[in-house]
């Protein structure tokens, strides 16, 4: 009785993630397209995105410490972090060259650890649905890491081609991810 119940609910938790990953493909080959075929485009709105993000995520801060007056002692740095923060994003906005810059750093930190991880993975993880696809996730993890490398060895040089670089591990990502979810399906004969 255990038994099914375990075989039962696995089967759900598989069904769940092939369609999550499914999903998640199909948005990063989306992106990547994007990417690929816009760079200097996508790379614009990011960055300003980024500053606004900043810019809001300052506002809000400030207002928390505004609020918190009568609640906390330290109030008055939730106040300070939020003005300097909502002026970083505010700067950024303004000055899209520099928020590029800071968002390229940011994004190669997440490319060369997403890789390390991936590698990580193909090397020493044990899930049945991965065995399967392992050098295809051994070939990603390498390309993030290098693409990584690349982008915090030259932030601002990189500009558009760093931009036209992600579209395409995005791509790789998005279909391993697609290959993954189907792999996941057939396993469980789902169709």
């Known amino acids: 009785m ?5 075989t039962k609910s696995k089967k759900g938790l598989v069904w769940s ?3 999550l990953a499914i999903f998640q493909g199909v948005l990063a080959i989306l ?3 994007i990417a690929a075929f816009w760079p200097s485009t996508t790379l614009k709105v990011i960055a300003i ?9 300052g506002l809000v ?5 505004i609020i918190n007056t009568k609640y906390s002692n330290f109030w008055w740095i939730e106040i300070f972090f939020g003005l300097v923060i909502a002026w970083i994003g505010s700067f950024l906005i303004g000055n899209p060259s520099l928020s590029i810059s800071v968002f390229m750093t940011i994004v190669g930190l997440i490319l060369l650890s997403k890789g390390l991880a991936d590698i990580f993975i193909a090397s ?3 899930y049945e649905s991965i065995d399967s696809i392992k050098p295809s996730y051994t070939t ?7 693409a990584g490398l690349f982008i915090l060895i030259w932030p601002r040089i990189m500009g558009t081609a760093t931009m036209f670089i ?7 990502y998005g279909l391993l991810s697609v290959a993954f979810a189907l792999d996941c399906r057939s396993k469980l004969n789902i169709k």
């Open 2 to 6: 255990v038994k099914k119940k375990t």
């Open 17 to 19: 993630i092939w369609r």
């Open 31 to 33: 992106f990547g397209l």
């Open 49 to 57: 995105v980024f500053g606004a993000i900043l810019l809001v995520s």
């Open 61 to 65: 801060g400030f207002i928390k410490g």
């Open 124 to 126: 020493f993880g044990t």
């Open 140 to 146: 990603v993890g390498i390309l993030s890491f290098v």
């Open 166 to 172: 992600i579209g395409i591990v995005v791509i790789f």
